[in-house]
């Protein structure tokens, strides 16, 4: 059964809300009840999951601080995602697909997600020892992507997540407990959709739109799970 961390499932969220824009889609879903007010359901719960409702980064020098980390994060992963697909596609297409799988650029508070998502994949990716991950990982540092490039952006993603609240008198760990409420009912939602749409959608090429199917031919479909962290 596949597990997920609340940021991956953000990730998968977005995926979903995303591919639910194709006409061809809200075609088939339609009949199963996906209109106009479920579809903002949808977002307002990744919204929230997102940490948007909660009160965060109210102080204008603080906004002025986060908007300034989503812009140096927004330009490293135009640049090295495009990097790291040009060299990897052709010469390693197993790690391209593992470490681009539903992986896409985003923009605004969603970069958190994206740039997140490839530091996790790039850490599991670094830590093997088989030739082709060594292989890969060697090539990307060629093209500038080392380790401690990632490094860097790490430490950018741990100051954008951690930034402190001006606006509220939660404590720390108060303010986990509501995001983990919100991305429960987020991913409450997302496996409803999940399942209707699997039922729902016989075009695999949709399913991997929405994020429920793999582009990858020899890789299984595995419905999601309600799991822990």
Same mark, same amino acid.
């Given at each position: ?6 940021? #991956? ?12 824009? @194709?006409?061809?889609?809200? @075609? ?5 009840? @996906? ?31 986060? %908007? #300034? ?8 992963? %135009? ?40 530091? &996790? ?7 093997? &020892? ?19 490039? *990632? ?29 983990? #409420? ?35 031919? %020899? ?8 799991? *822990?962290?």
């Amino acid at each position: 059964m596949a597990k997920y961390s609340n940021q #991956e499932k953000i990730s998968k969220m977005a995926i979903m809300l995303r591919g639910m824009q @194709l006409p061809a889609i809200q @075609l088939l879903l339609a009949p199963r009840g @996906l209109d106009a007010v479920e579809y903002e359901e949808g977002w307002t719960h990744f919204e929230t999951a997102m940490g948007r409702s909660l009160k965060t980064i109210q102080s204008a020098s603080t906004k002025n601080q986060f %908007n #300034e980390l989503l812009g140096d994060l927004d330009r490293w992963e %135009n640049s090295q995602f495009d990097v790291a697909e040009a060299c990897l596609k052709h010469r390693f297409p197993a790690v391209h697909a593992e470490l681009f799988e539903n992986l896409t650029k985003m923009s605004g508070p969603e970069v958190l997600v994206s740039v997140g998502t490839f530091v &996790t994949r790039y850490d599991a990716l670094s830590a093997r &020892t088989d030739d082709s991950s060594k292989g890969a990982v060697a090539l990307l540092a060629k093209r500038g992507i080392t380790a401690d490039s *990632v490094a860097g952006v790490r430490a950018l993603l741990s100051r954008a997540r951690s930034m402190p609240d001006a606006g509220t008198a939660a404590t720390g760990s108060e303010q986990l407990a509501l995001m983990d #409420e919100a991305v429960a009912r987020m991913w409450a939602w997302y496996q409803e959709w999940a399942q209707t749409a699997r039922v729902a959608i016989p075009s695999k090429r949709l399913r991997i739109h929405l994020g429920i199917s793999s582009p990858n031919p %020899n890789k299984p479909e595995e419905p999601e799970t309600p799991s *822990v962290e």
